[in-house]
T-cell receptor, first 114, second 113 residues
Framework: GQQLNQSPQSMFIQEGEDVSMNCTSSSIFNTWLWYKQDPGEGPVLLIALYKAGELTSNGRLTAQFGITRKDSFLNISASIPSDVGIYFCAGQNAGGTSYGKLTFGQGTILTVHP | NAGVTQTPKFRILKIGQSMTLQCTQDMNHNYMYWYRQDPGMGLKLIYYSVGAGITDKGEVPNGYNVSRSTTEDFPLRLELAAPSQTSVYFC????????????FGPGTRLLVL
């Protein structure tokens, strides 16, 4: 089946620093999604990308849909303590018999030191 | 709207016991999903449903069963609990399968001893 490799596995940064993480796949996806999970909670959607090459921002977050459709990147600028959590990428092939099933990366654990 | 709700929040089972994890959504979503999350791993799809009366297997369905008698509810059944089923279980729903946004519940943490 499809596999996603997400890196880095964890990051320890100082408040104010920028953060970059990425996800690569063994096969193409039509949609890339980035979720954040706070402790004890379910994942919450941050950004959705629907087109190869697309660059989308949501506040301090910027994500890109790789041109090959096999990768995606998430950047967080000027990190703050509430950015702490686990960030997941997910690929989706919508339509047909996929029924919107998501394939998740392993997650990036982000720790921000004040 | 409450969104996606799950009960219980936490449960300890003995090997061989059975239980049902409840999931309810009040957004009138057609599509519902069950995922499990193991430590250090992403979420893996167990079962999904595209509407009342229709369910299908995901990536890791063994040891689980589901039913979808109403649009709102999508319970997950463990018949003979095994230690390998120790995990955090998330239910999710979406209006359609095509636009990416799945809304997740808060999760059920299950420990099988």
């Amino acid at each position: 089946g499809q596999q996603l490799n997400q890196s880095p596995q964890s990051m320890f940064i100082q408040e104010g620093e920028d953060v970059s993480m990425n996800c690569t796949s063994s096969s193409i996806f039509n949609t890339w999604l980035w979720y954040k999970q706070d402790p004890g909670e379910g994942p919450v959607l941050l950004i959705a990308l629907y087109k190869a090459g697309e660059l989308t921002s949501n506040g301090r977050l910027t994500a890109q849909f790789g041109i090959t459709r096999k990768d995606s990147f998430l950047n967080i600028s000027a990190s703050i303590p509430s950015d702490v959590g686990i960030y997941f990428c997910a690929g989706q092939n919508a339509g047909g018999t996929s029924y919107g099933k998501l394939t998740f990366g392993q997650g990036t654990i982000l720790t921000v030191h004040p | 709207n409450a969104g996606v709700t799950q009960t219980p929040k936490f449960r300890i089972l003995k090997i061989g016991q059975s239980m049902t994890l409840q999931c309810t959504q009040d957004m009138n979503h057609n599509y519902m999903y069950w995922y499990r999350q193991d430590p250090g791993m992403g979420l893996k799809l167990i079962y999904y449903s595209v509407g009342a009366g229709i369910t299908d297997k995901g990536e890791v369905p063994n040891g689980y069963n589901v039913s979808r008698s109403t649009t709102e509810d999508f319970p997950l059944r463990l018949e003979l609990a095994a230690p390998s089923q120790t995990s955090v279980y998330f239910c999710a729903s979406s209006l359609t399968s095509g636009v990416g946004t799945q809304y997740f519940g808060p999760g059920t943490r299950l420990l099988v001893l």
